[in-house]
């Protein structure tokens, strides 16, 4: 349909896609969009009602183009070349033979002679984080971790015709294969007990014997879409004529209530004990006397009345709870892990990374950054900060500065004086809505432009209008 | 009354109490009459009710012998003397005037000459922990420990006449202050707000402008008792005309329901993580847009059953919270917090610190700890040891190889093969009675003496007679 | 002169200096020749024997394309541009004015927009070990470490018109300053004690009160070279009419005799322990009471023959020192220091980092290295490989997978078969000739085919045609 | 002869003997003694010359009661009835049949019951340390530390009749091993290669066939002596008739002239590189070249030259060698080794420990230490205290505050004013005669006189009477 972004004129595939998403205003409908586009036809009420979380689902699209252009083992081998990839560290080397599963990396740089010689002999090659080498997979990723509200990660898999890189085994992530080139030979099976649903660890290698029946078993082909829950076993392997490259997305780990509680709990009996007397009590003077797992079968009243201290005072940490701080130390991990944004052409001119601040003619020149009352302004993207109210002052962390290597950068954040944290705030929830700096929520327009300068520096805003006309 | 042991003969003040204390056979006994004593004429169910961190105690009872043998100038003295008490470590001197609080340590050895020297000079002298110098204090408190199942520390205060060795302050433990020679002038105080009464941590110095009016302000003499709970500020001085020597007997510290929610929530969520797939499922894929403090004031059906959920949770873990375990974890910290046992000289006898064994006229003698299945044992002590189980298997913590020194030496623990755990549990119930060995339930003769003789080896158990007639 | 490769065909500057090297066969010889261009018109002799380590160098060439293509504000520029100058780590904002030296690094990203402005405010721009952003620079010092046999390593710095940057200081480095554009006002001081001259240490920033007259004062141009030794103090500032862009090349840190015997004498002495009794024998029973600094001004016998027997034992080390092994550690501690080596393109097609394997048609093509009896190789460059017996094993260390930015990568050895040591030699002793694989001085053809394999693949070795015609 | 100490009256034995040194006025003379009685009736100078770290030594004296007092079984047993004693801490059992060493400590308590009986089957008993239990062997070495100038330790051997307790091996120390009680079968072979002479470390344990002919086979029997030098090795075992008691005193561990130069080379070194030049100036330019395992085998002169220099080097060392500084610092390290002084019941009413401050009729008395301008002062011995010119100050160190234990106590010392040096040094230099305050070199009465109550109060002086008559 007309307007419809992801089969609007731009070209097919994922290039054409992200310019697609490129046109969209707002970052949340950007990510929104992409994991539209991710499990269509599927409808997104159905993914999420009959799937996440839940069971397997299958798209099999017959469009081997559908993902053009995110990645191809010619990047693959493109990225060999340049001489950064190292064994271990970025790239594996695998097999999985007769129920033997083995791992063949030797030290040092992968260049390609030597990794095309492991593949020729029926070793599957695994890139860890293409996003650190290929910047498609990168524009990607860092749109669709603002869906997840949880780090987006991936590898990619290359194996030969005819064999299994890898053993029967479950994740603890929530897993979207990609198929992007020939074929694989996919199986995935139920959780085996209640207890490994949605697992919060990965399984060791297990061994046919221990499986069952799989749930699902199917041939993906180029432009098809695997998606299954953490917990659910899986094995994949090529078929005689033909090799496969797939990229696995991945998110959710950690990500449970569960976890969740673990930082909330601590934080609600502070509170309870700051708060409340009842929790500084002391204990009844004899428990250890009748309390213990030696005493589990006595029947007791102090047992009893012990029993239900400790429940009502665990109930009572409902009161205690500080759910929004705690969902704000989620954010600032979750920014921390986050991929740096990725700018479109037109997001570039109009932020301090197309500013054309440059050395010419023996000196510098258009430097100054000249934000005015009028300038209009907005967020780069909405999810690329997160105020945070800490011990040591109020924090706005963002992500603008993080690398695309894995937390290779500390998490970075602004000290805000509490007096601009009506701004920040104004300028989310305005967004995607320009604001001129004028409006900010600041006493003197000195604030003002003070912060808009501070965050255009730093990537966080952009202007309506390039700032420089050039 | 007769049999009455606090009254009945034996002789007066500290020793003759413990003397008394000796003939009771059940250690829980000993304990509660010495806290009876501590406290007499007061009754515990009164003191239970209107003072234990509730309000301070005052008993004035006109006896200076009343805790002869405890603790006296002229024993510190003696320790002094000794030449193993070192500034700092063992032994503060310290003064307050003028509303400043100094602490004037040398390094090194405390030795009497400098030491009285100290005192002469208007210093105060806080000797930490005699019970690793003073056997009586060691026996009293061990007792004591008991009663609290809390660890019972101490300190001695001897101040020169008309001065003040503290600043007002308060503590995080419940105090018994004991006037052993001299006379001091007291004043305590309400905690000041709701959220100092019984509190977690000590305060800093406080200055006289801090403090209101007194509660309570007395002059106490030898024999006399001041109790108060922590949180309570205090200071004392002495008059012009009298120096002073109390003990301060503490314990609870650290010990109140908080505490114990604070090693049971991690080990209640790790379970229900285990058992509960309702804990592992992912959080709301969009919540970090509706949650945190920025958006707290939002009305938001989101929101709402976002909290509605973690409430939910919390309150369920009330299932999952493994409590006996939990109080095992405590009493296995409490027992390495213990100090180790006295013994009277009849238990000695009954026990491997009494037997016979010793070198003579040129070889051993006496050797062989010959435990029968006639052979009628029991534990020394109710409270010396404790059954754990942990994933490396069943532990049996015990107090009897502890130092005098606070955590000297590690936690102590035997491992138990799981099939002796009911024959533990049978000596914990039986006790204070002796069973003979045949009747622990383990399989063969040979497994009940072989654990007799191995805790009999460790001191934890006794003999109804002396093994070996000498 | 014809042959000579500093002037002939090729184009002027930096770039042709390179291309020139480029033609000539061994590394050692490019690197001489590099330095000889460096000092040009000062003959090496003339250098080596009256400014290295002795005396400031200057030369003015008049010239002011001499460094052309080495580095300049537009490559600067487009450093920045990048995003991968991250302030304090990267880039350094300094100002040295009325005496007062000063660093303004914001944290985060060194953005261009920022950086002019501090430039435009008249901040000295840093930018330490440019030769991880520039290819030219990284060239250029990977040939000139191999003529120190020492690291080199450089910085540039950028100054506005009528500024300084820093304060007087001297450093533990020997500088060579390389005036790129602009002009600069220099004052450099010989050493103000003998102490001083050749220092370990870089000194704190000196005030102008602690200098005397300089030794040697001067304009910098465009084209011209500053050198002085560790040791002499230094100041430079800008003209007001004219901004300065030079780089400093340094080299020589901590490589001093005394450097060496830091780590010669301790492996000395313990050979020694080893194989003398007379370092084992115990010392005098009663030495304590004669030696010592109480006693050293005491008349006695004793203390002269304790005194000649520690002499005696100094001056046979010299027996026991193992020289070349403690030359061979300082080898593998510089080669780790090293800059990875940069190939021309010709060697690149001789090498594996142009070996023609690759991803085409579905799957790998010209994979197979097929080193042969008859294939004629080399090392690459003579620096960039060293042997050290060491008590693990024998270890090749090696330069080619080290990272531009220094030390990021942990010293890359291989274990070496010790049979295969000859052969290793071979290779050395051979260059820059190529040697056919059958010449090289193993048993087997196997093994000598499997040991040159091995080289290819790690980049060290090449060979004398490609090894695929593609 | 009459005024000889170690036959004089006093009665026979180690009891004797200890109070007959008592009676000698310097603590130097003491230890010569003891250390004379030790090796009696061989010749100190014979000891000297033929056997001190040359061979062993057998002193058959035929007297069962020469060791009386010094350490009996009757002892050992009432050491362990103290429960101090730990397994593995303080006391190893073991075994060595059949050509199998075993170690059979349990963990904890060391309790005469359970020790009694691995005895009784055969096990040897290894006390460590016996100084920390016996006041009497830590009074005969701290004695015999001030003769060896070197740390003195000890362990005891406790062995049952046919049995042996350990593998043939050699010590890394002096060994004197005294008979104590029954007899024992030694044998003891020459070190088997010239670099295990004199050895710096203990060997594993051997195996009879690695063994050669005994240069001695003997049977000790109590009151002989048996000495040998480190690196010999030698095993022990009881005849079938008697069990055996000895003792093993121990010294000079790493106190050879190679580990004098381990502390003295970096320092002179240190010294060299801030005084001259020659070894601050930077290694040849080309010396990777031809230095180096590699060339070792080429003549070439310019190796000869780096040699020449490097040897020149090392010996001009001598020349900044501060071998007095160097001194000072092992006796530092020896300070901190040493067991605190015993003193002498006289010693004692002239030293702060006997002092007779104290605590009495409700306050103190006869606490101030009058040190007056007339007192005679001297050091209690004279190797408690060193002086050590540190970078931080001058440091006077000490052994008065040390422990029994080894390194229980951190090195203990005074920081000196320099300007008291002078008097510390003439009070060392004074010994073992009396001087009155007044004649120490300080300018000021009150500095001589503050000076003399601060040594006085840390039991480093003595008085000629004591200060107080009581």
Redesign the interface.
Known sequence: PPGDPTTSPGGGGVLGLLRRLGRLEDS?QRAAELFRWLVAPVALEEF?RQH??RAPLLVQRGDAGYYAGLFS??D??AIL?S?DVHFGTHLDVTSYAEGVRETHNPV??A????V??F??NGCSLRLLSPQAFSTTVWHFLSILQE???SMAGANTYLTPPGTQGFAPHYDDI?AFVLQL??KKHWRVYSPRT??E????FSSANLTQAELGEPLLEVVLEAGDLLYFPRGFIHQADCLPDA?SLHITVSS?QR????D???K???A??QM????D???????P?????Y??????DAVDARRTA??E???H???K??DY?P???A??Q??KS?LHDCLPPVLTESEKQLS??G?P???QD???CN???LITKDTEVRLLHH?IV????EEAGVMLYYTT?NSRVYHKEEP?YLEIDPEYTDSI?FL?SSYPNHVSVDTLPCDALEDKISLATLLF???ILTTKKPLVQV
């Open positions: 949340r999420a996440w979380e083992t010619a693959f081998d070349r001489g040092g740089r260049l390609p002679a030597v095309w010689d593949y020729q869906h997840f509200g929530e080139e020939g209640c207890s649903a949605l697992s919060q090799h959710y990500n449970s209530w569960g969740f509680l673990e909330l709990l601590p609600a009996l309870a004990l700051e708060e007397l009842e929790y500084r009590q002391g204990l003077i004899d428990c250890l006397g309390m213990g797992v030696a005493n589990s012990f029993v201290k400790v429940q005072l665990i109930k940490l409902v709870a759910i929004d701080a969902m704000d989620r954010a979750f301090v990374y500013f601040a440059r050395w023996g000196g510098p430097v100054d950054i999810g997160r105020l945070c109210n500065e970075k705030e989310l520096e730093k990537g």
